[in-house]
């Protein structure tokens, strides 16, 4: 029966269990740490995706901000370049009205000159129908009108663009009015124009700050997120660096133990040998057998005929022999 642990003895490998327990507990605060750094870098990347997300949604919605605010822009200008032709051509009128039609040095406009092309060519044809004259006289109406056409077609490009209204310049009062009138709705669109103009580009200026908003916020995130890793890497490394130092202790307790019982095995071995009877041992069976080939008798328990008064003799020493072996084997702890 196995008796009560002795307290009183010492474990040998106290001192280096005591220290790998102090390191092992530091590993694990240490990886507890480093996993709490990692789960907040990848909340703060969460967010950060997240951001950058409405970035892109963000940045997609001002490109048709943008195609709206150029197509105003674009209309604004047409409104424009149509004012400014239609007073150049009514400042030529009034030029006209007020005898310096003729004046050197004086340019028409485009839209002027068309009307007035367009005025006179009407005027002969009428006449060249209605009138007879002589042939030459004819000739000369024809190629006046000829000429006059084809400088027309030369200005209808850059009159056509800005769609000039045509006047009767027969009657410059009428046609000055008209075109007064034509330059003020222009001008009102114009305006009108500029107004959408200036609220689509307040609208597009707050999506540009709320852009540059979001960019900001998702490479404060993106940065942040970088900072927590790279606090969990260096823990990380320090963790690897320790348990070199964990695994070592490991190793010598692993082989303080394996000595151990090697030497316990070898020494119960050594004991078991010693407690072998006659019957279990193999020398005593083969001493047995030499002994039955050579005298050709055996009796059970290895005692011969002669023995069996001396083994009488020897029956009370027996016992103190047994006792004597009842030690047995060391029990591994």
Known sequence: MRGPRDETVPNPDSELRDQLQTMEGKVRKLRETRNSLRDQGKAIAKKRNAVQDQYKE????????????????????????????????????????KGRR??????????????????????????????????????????????????????????????????????????????????DDAHKMFVEALKRADAAWIEYKAGLDHRNFLKAEGDR?????????????????????????????????????????????????????????????EEVAEALVQSLLSEGELVFGGIGKGDSSLSKKRGSGSSKKKNMRRLGPIRRR
């Open 58 to 97: 963000h940045r997609d919605k001002l490109t048709d901000m943008k195609a709206e605010l150029d197509a105003i822009h674009a209309e604004r200008n047409l409104h424009k370049a149509k004012r400014n032709a239609i007073q150049e051509q009514l400042r030529d009128l009034i030029g006209q009205a």
């Open 221 to 281: 995130h993106h940065e942040e997120s970088v900072e927590f890793h790279e606090k969990a890497n260096v823990i990380h490394a320090k963790i690897e660096e320790l348990m070199v130092d964990v695994n070592k202790v490991r190793d010598e307790l692993n082989m303080a133990r394996e000595e151990r019982e090697s030497w316990i095995s070898e020494h119960n071995d050594a004991v078991k040998a010693e407690m072998k009877t006659g019957a279990e041992s």
């Open 102 to 183: 003729n004046e050197k040095g004086e340019k028409k406009s485009a839209t002027a000159e068309y009307s007035q092309l367009m005025s006179e060519i009407k005027n002969l044809e009428e006449r060249f129908q209605t009138n007879s004259s002589s042939t030459k006289k004819e000739k000369e109406t024809m190629e006046r009108i000829k000429r006059m056409k084809r400088r027309v077609e030369e200005l209808e490009p850059e009159v056509a663009k800005f769609e000039i209204i045509n006047v009767d310049l027969s009657n410059l009062d009428e046609a000055i009015a008209t075109l007064k009138a034509e330059a």
